[in-house]
C-alpha cells in the first residue's frame, strides 16, 4: 500500500492485487497487468485523465467509505498531486509483480516516463504567454485573400 495527499489534503492509499486489477479491467477497461509489454506506462504520462481514473478505481474502497465521489476525487488531483499518485502507482505496481523481468522493466518504463514528464515540464516553462502554438497565423487578418483563378 503506497500513500499520496491529494490538494484537499486528503490521504489515499494506492492498493494493488488481483482484486483491485480486475476492477479496474472491469470499470475502465484498463489492464494494469499490460504495464510491462504495452504502452500503458505512455497512456498514464500522457493522459491524466487515464491516470485519474485507474487512481480512483484502484481507491474506490476508500473514496466510498469517505463519501468521495469521482469528480470530487479528480477534482483534488492537480499539479505535483499527480507525479506523487503516480510515483505511489508505479511502486505499487513494481512491488506487485513477483518477476526479477517485470520488476527491472517496470523500473525502465517508470524512468522513461519522469524523463517524458520533465521534457514536457521543460517545453511548457520555456513558452512565453504571447507564444504561438503550431504554425497558424495569429488572425484571419493576417491571412492573405485568395485570387480568383483566371479560367
Request: charged content about 25%; glycine content about 6%; overall charge negative.
Amino acid at each position: 500500500m503506497k500513500p499520496f495527499t491529494d490538494s484537499q489534503g486528503r490521504t489515499w492509499n494506492v492498493t494493488i492485487n488481483v482484486s483491485a486489477i480486475k476492477r479496474v479491467r472491469d470499470v475502465l477497461g484498463v489492464d494494469l497487468l499490460d504495464v510491462a509489454n504495452g504502452d500503458l506506462l505512455s497512456r498514464l504520462a500522457d493522459d491524466p485523465c487515464v491516470l485519474v481514473d485507474v487512481l480512483y478505481v484502484l481507491c474506490k474502497p476508500e473514496a466510498d467509505a469517505k463519501g468521495v465521489s469521482d469528480e470530487d476525487f479528480g477534482r483534488g488531483m492537480v499539479g505535483g498531486v499527480l507525479d506523487e499518485a503516480s510515483s505511489a502507482l508505479m511502486k505499487e505496481l513494481l512491488d506487485f509483480f513477483p518477476s526479477a523481468l517485470h520488476a527491472r522493466a517496470l523500473v525502465k518504463m517508470f524512468r522513461k516516463m519522469k524523463e517524458h514528464r520533465a521534457t514536457a515540464s521543460e517545453l511548457a516553462t520555456d513558452r512565453t504567454p504571447g507564444d504561438s502554438f503550431g504554425d497558424s497565423p495569429a488572425s484571419a487578418a493576417s491571412t492573405p485573400a485568395a485570387s480568383p483563378s483566371a479560367s
